[in-house]
T-cell receptor, first 115, second 115 residues
Framework: DTEVTQTPKHLVMGMTNKKSLKCEQH?????MYWYKQKAKKPPELMFV???????INESVPSRFSPECPNSSLLNLHLHALQPEDSALYLC??????????????FGPGTRLTVL | AQSVAQPEDQVNVAEGNPLTVKCTYS??????LFWYVQYPNRGLQFLLK??????LVKGSYGFEAEFNKSQTSFHLKKPSALVSDSALYFC?????????????FGTGTRLLVSP
């Protein structure tokens, strides 16, 4: 299985809602990533988990809260988002993140719209 | 700090003709270089990478890239373009070394292959 899956594919939420994005991989990768991508722009790194521990937070607002329940799962909890947070949220995984040239495998993304 | 430049927002090529998508980089030390492709409303797909060794790297779907250290370039090429190659292409770089090294993406180049 060489796939990263993400659910839901689309999400529309109001600014007062709480929702979660889910990412799963069964490739035995020990590094997992959340990226945010605006239209026609490159992905921007948000968080990195290495061996189920948060290792990088790229100064992301606290209304985004990541969670890594186990080595295969990565969640992104959303609360009190703003319309400018509307974007494609991509999850990725790689064998590990430290000092290695392993490529990242990306999921299809969740298209988030905040009203 | 590392950076990647993709000087062309869009590249147009006729089907059957060779294509080149340009990428130049700036990084301290030896670079790890990657190409990814993104189809509309999809995640990024890994095409190929350069770590070390032969300057000509072959990847998926008939794509190849040439690493040129003196020109700090890593251009993506394909001998004969297909209409289905039309997509957004991202070059990315990360420096070698230990510890977490962030993958830095270029701004992307849209490839349009006409029938």
């Amino acid at each position: 299985d060489t796939e990263v899956t993400q659910t839901p594919k689309h999400l529309v939420m109001g600014m007062t809602n709480k929702k979660s994005l889910k990412c799963e991989q069964h490739m035995g990768h020990r590094a997992m990533y959340w990226y945010k991508q605006k239209a026609k722009k490159p992905p921007e790194l948000m968080f990195v988990y290495s061996y189920e521990k948060l290792s990088i937070n790229e100064s992301v607002p606290s209304r985004f809260s990541p969670e890594c329940p186990n080595s295969s799962l990565l969640n992104l909890h959303l609360h009190a988002l703003q319309p400018e947070d509307s974007a494609l949220y991509l999850c990725a995984s790689s064998q590990e993140s430290r000092g290695s040239p392993n490529e990242q495998f990306f999921g299809p993304g969740t298209r988030l719209t905040v009203l | 700090a590392q950076s990647v430049a993709q000087p062309e927002d869009q590249v147009n090529v006729a089907e059957g003709n060779p294509l080149t998508v340009k990428c130049t980089y700036s990084v301290s030390g030896n670079p790890y270089l990657f190409w990814y492709v993104q189809y509309p409303n999809r995640g990024l797909q890994f095409l190929l990478k350069y770590i070390t060794g032969d300057n000509l790297v072959k990847g998926s779907y008939g794509f190849e890239a040439e690493f040129n250290k003196s020109q700090t370039s890593f251009h993506l090429k394909k001998p004969s373009a297909l209409v289905s190659d039309s997509a957004l292409y991202f070059c990315a770089v990360r420096p070698g070394g230990t510890g977490f090294q962030k993958l830095v993406f270029g701004t992307g180049t849209r490839l349009l292959v006409s029938p």
